[in-house]
C-alpha cells in the first residue's frame, strides 16, 4: 500500500493548510477580542463624584449581573493570557485581588486549569502567611498569602479590576516572588491612565479597557 502523504505535492498542500491555520489564529482571536471588548465598555456605568467629589467612579458590577457578560469577560481574559503566552506556557497561578479580584479570577483559573490564589489585607488568613506593604493616600497597608499557597517556580498572574495607582498591585506580585514564583505578568479589566500606576509593576501589564476609552492595552 502506498502512503497518500509520500507524494510531495500532497504534502505541500497539508503543509500550507496547516500553515494557513495556524496563522490564522491570532487573527481570529483579535477579532473575537475586539468584539468582546465592545461589549463589556457598554455594560459599565459611570457614577460622578462617587465616593467623593471629582472622582468618577467605573462600576463593573452590570458585568457579572449578566450571565453572558460575565463570560465574555472570562472569554476576553481567556484570549489575551492563550495569546500572550502561548510560547511560554499558561499560567499555574492566578493571583486574585481582594476583593474585586475575586469576582472573575476564580472562573479565570477553573478555565485556564490554574490554581486561584486570594490575595488578602493583613489579619484575614489562617496559618502561615508572606507580608508586603503598599502606600495608600492615608499611610500603609498590607497584603498577605498563605507561605504554601504558590510553589518556587510556579507562573503567577496577578488580576484585579482596575489598576489606579499601581501600589496594591504592585505589592501582590512582590508576594508571588517573596514564594519564589515566576512573576509572568498582571491583567486588568479598567485602567486610569492619568495615575500611571504601571510605572510601578515589574512584569508586563494588560489591561482590556483604558478608563473612558475603548480598546485593549499592553506594554
Given amino acids: ?25 491570532p487573527s481570529s482571536r483579535s477579532a473575537e ?49 492563550l495569546t ?11 493571583l486574585g485581588l481582594e476583593a474585586r479580584g475575586f469576582l472573575f479570577g476564580p472562573s479565570l483559573a477553573l478555565k485556564l486549569g490554574a490554581a486561584f490564589v486570594p490575595v488578602r489585607k493583613k489579619g484575614k488568613l489562617p496559618g502561615p502567611t508572606e507580608t508586603a506593604s503598599f502606600r495608600k493616600e492615608y499611610g500603609e497597608d498590607f497584603f498577605q498569602v498563605q507561605k504554601d499557597a504558590i510553589k518556587p517556580g ?18 501582590a506580585g512582590s508576594l508571588a516572588q517573596q514564594l519564589g514564583g515566576d512573576l509572568i505578568g498582571y491583567a486588568f479589566l479598567l485602567e486610569l491612565d492619568f495615575l500611571k500606576g504601571r510605572q510601578k509593576l515589574n512584569a508586563p501589564a494588560y489591561t ?7 480598546g485593549p492595552k499592553a506594554s
Fill in 33 to 81: 477580542l475586539s468584539s468582546l471588548t465592545i461589549s463589556l465598555r457598554r455594560a459599565i456605568r459611570q457614577f460622578p463624584d462617587f465616593p467623593e467629589p471629582g472622582i468618577l467612579f467605573e462600576d463593573i458590577l452590570p458585568i457579572f449581573a449578566d450571565p453572558t457578560l460575565h463570560g465574555n469577560l472570562i472569554r476576553a481574559l481567556e484570549l489575551h493570557v
Fill in 208 to 214: 482590556l479597557l483604558s478608563s473612558q476609552e475603548d
Fill in 84 to 94: 500572550t503566552y502561548e510560547g511560554a506556557g499558561k499560567p499555574d497561578v492566578i
Fill in 1 to 25: 500500500m502506498t502512503d497518500s502523504t509520500s507524494s510531495p505535492a500532497l504534502r505541500d498542500a497539508v503543509h500550507s493548510t496547516q500553515d494557513t491555520r495556524l496563522s490564522s489564529a
Fill in 154 to 171: 510556579q507562573k503567577v498572574l496577578v488580576v484585579d479590576d482596575i489598576i489606579a495607582t499601581g501600589g496594591s498591585a504592585s505589592a
